[in-house]
């Protein structure tokens, strides 16, 4: 046994490349079982249907797939959020104010907004200050406390990082038009593609709520039983509509800011089927509608729950088949500089350039570069931001701060690098070009083409074919362009 652990371990260190999946599987694994308490924790506050389709949601979801194994904040405040939520819904207050203040501390400081209901919860309706006042200090001695002195020892001085990123977001002064801005449509259409039905039924069910408020208030002629009904669903209704408020309104918006949200998506949209079940009756009554129509009625909502499961699930599997077969190129291409054709070819270098331009954010790691001698650079692109830059090699890197830097995201010519210098390049080879990316492939007396995978070419595709994937349509209303590595024919043998 201990042998096997022995070849694990040494498998894992010769191998970059299998240690970037085994993260992203351990990362998925966290996630299954935040998922595994959320959900125990709405079916016993909801009943058996609302946390059976809660369940099922998740679990064929496309959206899911993507956040659970992404090495991101907004991943993991995801799964500390569905710990916050399952503990909220057990009453287990002093695990839910922790789990939230680590989503934020360690996490990704936004993420306290989902934690405002608690708080509104447990101050003005529970009567529990002193109690959301003692996990507060709680979670500030044994979580911001460690935080606060690993920062300042690695950074060389006092820094609460938490802190930082909130002054240079909210009051840094450049912006959203820093990173760029999308319309407002941006996130509707993001929880389409990756929730499709579903992401509609999460965002009615504050207005189901209400319907079925005043359906029961009708029904019992009493305001108490309205209330009741109100505040069951509080929780699950209210941290999505602050989250709605405060992200959808801003104008810098990406995908992964929702991410802590996905499964509030899904919760929401299983309530949404059970208020659809149990209001529908009372609403034909109400508006007398004829004994045929209520009967149709009755049976379309009953069978709903199954048809929105199926429907989700196999729209998840067409956008995730869309998403690997289009954009799986750099992952495939990056792995296959470590395998020895490549690796024979570079045997006698000290240093190998591997160089990128207008491809450099689909880098997937460095845990893709075969060994130390190989280096990642950047060349000039059409792009005109801030390019990442390594850490010092110094022992200081982190407290050392670097120089040709800006909060700004200006350019810095410093980051690129000579060309003719580069050992390999990986390019994605388009019809389209400019001065400063031209089509390099085409150059064949500078550069080889060593490894060619295919890559969806998104500006000469239908938005119709492309967003999922249709059999026998997609295949061929689809363009593809070629994600290619290649060789410096004067430096490269």
């Not at 096997?4 to 999946?21: D, P, R, W």
């Not at 249907?49 to 797939?65: D, I, K, N, R």
């Not at 060389?156 to 038009?177: E, Q, S």
Request: proline share 5%.
């Amino acid at each position: 046994m201990n042998k096997s652990v022995v070849l694990l371990i040494q498998l894992i260190l010769t191998h970059q490349v299998i240690a970037f999946y085994l993260v992203r599987v351990s990362l998925a694994t966290v996630s299954a079982l935040c998922e595994v308490y959320f959900c125990r924790a709405v079916y016993r506050k909801y009943g058996s249907s609302v946390g059976l389709w809660t369940l099922l949601l998740l679990l064929s979801s496309c959206g899911m797939y993507v956040s659970a194994a992404a090495y991101l904040p907004s991943s993991f405040a995801m799964y500390l959020t569905m710990v916050a939520m399952g503990a909220w819904f057990e009453n287990n207050y002093k695990v839910s104010i922790m789990a939230v203040a680590a989503s934020a501390i360690v996490g990704w400081p936004f993420s306290a907004a989902l934690g405002l209901p608690l708080a509104l919860e447990l101050i003005f309706f529970k009567r529990k200050l002193l109690l959301f006042v003692k996990y507060c200090v709680v979670a500030m001695v044994t979580i911001a406390g460690p935080l606060f002195i690993i920062d300042t020892l690695y950074y060389g001085k006092a820094v609460f990082t938490p802190l930082n990123i909130l002054l240079y977001n909210v009051f840094g002064g450049g912006g959203p038009d820093l990173y760029g801005v999308e319309p407002w449509t941006f996130y509707f259409f993001n929880g389409l593609l990756n929730f499709n039905g579903v992401f509609v039924l999460a965002m009615a069910t504050g207005l189901l709520v209400e319907t079925k408020v005043l359906v029961d208030m009708w029904l019992t002629r009493d305001t108490k039983q309205g209330h009741t009904c109100s505040s069951t669903y509080r929780a699950a209704v209210q941290p999505l509509l602050v989250w709605v408020v405060i992200f959808f309104t801003q104008a810098h918006k990406e995908e992964r800011f929702l991410f802590p949200v996905y499964p509030l998506f899904a919760l929401n949209a299983a309530i949404s089927l059970h208020l659809l079940q149990d209001t529908t009756p009372f609403l034909c009554v109400l508006v007398r509608a004829p004994k045929v129509l209520n009967n149709v009625a009755r049976s379309c909502v009953r069978a709903l729950p199954a048809v929105v499961v199926i429907v989700h699930a196999l729209l998840s599997l067409s956008r995730a088949v869309m998403l690997y077969k289009g954009y799986h190129a750099p992952l495939d291409l990056y792995a296959s500089i470590s395998t020895q054709p490549i690796l024979s070819r570079v045997r006698t270098l000290d240093e190998v350039n591997l160089c990128v331009g207008k491809e450099w954010y689909r880098v997937p790691s460095s845990f893709f570069l075969p060994d130390k001698r190989w280096k990642l650079r950047f060349i000039r692109s059409d792009f005109r931001g801030q390019l990442p830059k390594p850490y010092s090699s110094f022992k200081n890197a982190t407290s050392a701060i670097p120089d040709s830097m800006n909060d700004m995201n200006q350019e810095e010519p410093s980051r690129y690098f000579d060309l003719s210098r580069c050992h390999f390049l990986v390019d994605l080879d388009i019809p389209v070009d400019s001065e400063r990316e031209p089509r390099y492939a085409q150059d064949s007396a500078t550069w080889e083409v060593l490894v060619s995978y295919p890559f969806l070419d998104a500006g000469r595709s239908s938005p119709r074919y492309r967003t999922f994937y249709i059999p026998w349509f997609s295949d061929t209303k689809v363009s593809f362009a070629n994600y290619v590595l290649l060789k410096n024919r004067k430096l490269v043998p």
